[in-house]
Every structure is written in structure tokens, then in C-alpha cells.
Nanobody, 118 residues
Framework: VQLQASGGGSVEPGGSLRVSCAAT????????MGWFRQAPGKEREFVAG????????EYADSVRGRFTISRDNAENTVYLQMNSLKPEDTAVYYC????????????WGQGTQVTVSS
């Protein structure tokens, strides 16, 4: 599956932003989907993941309660709603897909930049 993230931008601390991940080449209904991010000078880290039908999600401790991952299998799209953004959320955000319930992700999209700054 080919993935394309979009919706990044600049926002002030405390603001909100929603990034999207559109898939082509295959239906995402057979994939577990995830969001990752990479800040300058840091390794890429897991942000959130969601199961095939969207009723089970997991989050990194740093974003739990502020970010929400969701999916629309009919639109072949996954979303990440980010609220109460902090400067430390600044990073390039990537979406990823895997067919297994656990293990490494198989497919990655190009990232979208999110900058949180006053």
C-alpha cells in the first residue's frame, strides 16, 4: 500500500491540527495503521496505532489524552487529531501500515511537517 501524509503546518502552543494519511494501491481495511514522528536530531518514535476496524487504539505516553487516531476505511484514510499541542510535538509525522497484528510496519509514507511555536 502507498501512503501519503498531509495536513501538517504551523500552530501556536495549545492549538490543534489534524493530519491525514491517504492510502492507494490497496485497501487499508486489511492493515493495522500507525503514526510515527521524528524531531530534528532525534530518532523516529511511535505516536499512535489503530486496529483494522478502528475500535482499539494505542498511544505513546507523551500524547495520550491529547491526540486521537481514527480511520475511515471507506475513504482509505487514517487521521491523527492533535490537540493541546506543545513545542515538543514539533516533528515530521509519518504514517505507516502493516498486515500483522504485531511486529514491524511494512509500508511507510512521506512525512508531513508539524511545527508548534509561538
Amino acid at each position: 500500500v502507498q501512503l501519503q501524509a498531509s495536513g501538517g503546518g504551523s500552530v501556536e502552543p495549545g492549538g490543534s491540527l489534524r493530519v491525514s494519511c491517504a492510502a492507494t494501491g490497496s485497501t487499508i481495511s486489511s492493515h493495522y495503521m500507525g503514526w510515527f514522528r521524528q524531531a530534528p536530531g532525534k530518532e523516529r518514535e511511535f505516536v499512535a496505532g489503530i486496529n483494522w476496524i478502528g475500535n482499539v487504539a494505542e498511544y505513546a505516553d507523551s500524547v495520550r489524552g491529547r491526540f486521537t487516531i481514527s480511520r475511515d476505511n471507506a475513504e482509505n484514510t487514517v487521521y491523527l487529531q492533535m490537540n493541546s499541542l506543545k513545542p515538543e510535538d514539533t516533528a515530521v509525522y509519518y504514517c505507516a501500515a502493516r498486515v500483522r497484528s504485531v511486529g514491524p510496519y511494512d509500508d511507510w509514507g512521506q512525512g508531513t511537517q508539524v511545527t508548534v511555536s509561538s
